[in-house]
């Protein structure tokens, strides 16, 4: 299909076209551009993922009154943390070791719901007001891709002569639509349930700190309580279920889980990060809830999982986490993934306790039935599942590749030691040299080497043709 967005011919010009409305200054200029554009009829989508009232208040409205036949707004709040950001969470994702991706996880869940309105509306093209250097024009057209092939794709920011609020201040003022939007924009901000992102403005020089008025919801650490504050969370296959002892749904949960941290100063970061498009990109984010529930579900997994299980589990979550901040959540590969991330958390069932401070979270206290750790096992006294004596075989073929290496002579750091042992021998006048490793091994070696491929027997004394630090040849110090 060809999704030139340039062509405006009358074969190729769209109906209807449903528009993923944010209500913002962009959003509000391109339903009248729409219009203008290509003659067509515009619906306005609008996601509620958690953004806040204010943002909400009067939306549809807005949407109709700037030209559009109908707005619909869509709940998505609960859907969005039951099968984005948790899943998220218990896969342990986070975008270059800091970034919890309250951004790129809620894109996905928006495009699809533009989707299914687009498709319910009879729309025959989607319509985004993503900028042509971020991210997020990517992520939605995958969504797009994934779901609906067959509709038109139409981006703006890639088409219009627009490129300063000033000017599209000035475009709607022409059309007599009114707007609260004023040309001096300090932050763009980006919101919903699970985070809150500031780019823009001071920010944009990586140099100068965020000022403390950029902070929306968090408690400055410094002005945070003396005291800390614990919540107890508790877990089911990976789900949180319950915060101090209240069963709640997952807006709720979240919702208490953002207080409790906002009111401690936890969950601010300042990141440069890799934006997809090539670029690096400084933003500032509050994500109080969703970094107590991630200290929460590691302190959890250290209990239940086995050291394999783990390393795995952290190795996958880096890849997981490229899958999202990309966009491709709509792809077998995420399918894939996800199902290795479910099954691994259906041990994942235990309570455990956060002690908040300062804009620190850390898990302070963590239980649960499949527990993997047993006092008697961990700790030093006897017991019928592990003997002492048994660690000197599992150090011996544990540490054989290092064994080896030193006596064939070919590790350096073998060598160094026996320089260095030398050396310390003569500064100190010590009466015994230490003896090196192929003055005492050369002839085993030798013997092993020459056992294997049936030249001789065991008994052989002949020095090993490689063997030692020194290569067998005998004078090493």
């Not at 797009?144 to 490129?163: E, F």
């Not at 965020?210 to 789900?239: C, L, N, Q």
Request: glycine letters at 10%; hydrophobic letters at 40%.
């Amino acid at each position: 299909m060809n999704n030139n967005t340039n062509n405006s011919t009358a074969a190729n010009t769209p109906k209807k076209v449903c528009v993923a409305y944010s209500g913002g200054l962009d959003t509000s200029c391109i339903i009248p551009w729409l219009r203008e554009t290509y003659g067509c009829t515009v619906v306005a989508c609008v996601a509620d993922v958690g953004q806040g009232q204010r943002e909400l208040d009067g939306i549809g409205e807005k949407a109709t009154k700037t030209g559009a036949s109908e707005c619909i707004i869509v709940d998505l709040k609960e859907t969005f943390l039951r099968e984005f950001a948790f899943p998220m969470a218990i896969a342990g994702s986070v975008y270059e070791n800091r970034y919890l991706m309250g951004t790129s996880i809620a894109r996905p869940i928006i495009a699809r719901a533009q989707v299914e309105v687009a498709l319910a509306t009879g729309s025959d093209a989607l319509c985004h007001g993503c900028t042509g250097k971020g991210n997020d024009q990517v992520r939605f057209e995958s969504t797009y891709a994934a779901l609906a092939p067959q509709l038109r794709v139409i981006s703006p920011w890639r088409i219009w002569d627009l490129k300063s609020r000033e000017a599209m201040l000035t475009y709607l003022k022409a059309r007599n639509i009114t707007t609260t939007a004023s040309a001096e924009k300090i932050y763009s901000r980006d919101a919903n349930i699970w985070h809150i992102s500031h780019e823009g403005g001071e920010l944009e020089d990586p140099w100068n700190a965020p000022p403390e008025d950029v902070w929306m919801i968090t408690t400055s650490p410094k002005d945070a309580p003396d005291r800390h504050e614990d919540v107890a969370i508790v877990f089911k296959k990976g789900y949180p279920v319950s915060v101090n002892g209240k069963e709640l749904d997952a807006v709720a949960l979240l919702t208490e889980l953002n207080a409790i941290g906002a009111r401690n100063g936890v969950g601010r970061i300042d990141i440069c990060e890799n934006r997809l498009v090539g670029m690096k990109s400084r933003g500032v984010y509050e994500t109080p809830g969703g970094t107590i529930l991630m200290e929460a579900l590691r302190g959890l997994e250290q209990l239940v999982l086995d050291r394999e299980t783990l390393h795995y589990r952290e190795r996958m979550a880096l890849e997981f986490a490229k899958v999202i901040y990309n966009g491709t959540w709509f792809s077998p590969l995420r399918e894939a993934m996800w199902a290795g991330f479910e099954s691994i958390a259906q041990v994942m069932d235990g309570e455990v306790v956060v002690r908040c401070y300062k804009g620190h979270a850390e898990a302070a206290k963590r239980r649960s039935p499949n527990s993997l750790f047993h006092h008697g096992f961990a700790t030093f006294g006897e017991d019928e599942v592990y003997d002492h004596k048994h660690s000197e075989g599992f150090i011996r073929l544990f540490s054989l590749p290092m064994r080896i290496r030193a006596l064939l002579g070919l590790s350096a750091d073998a060598k160094a030691a026996n320089v260095e042992a030398a050396q310390l021998a003569t500064a100190h006048g010590l009466g015994g040299a230490a003896t090196s490793c192929c003055k005492s091994t050369a002839a085993t070696v030798g013997a092993a080497a020459q056992t294997a491929s049936g030249t001789a027997t065991a008994t052989t004394t002949a020095p090993a043709t490689n063997g030692g630090c020194c290569g067998g040849k005998g004078n090493c110090s």
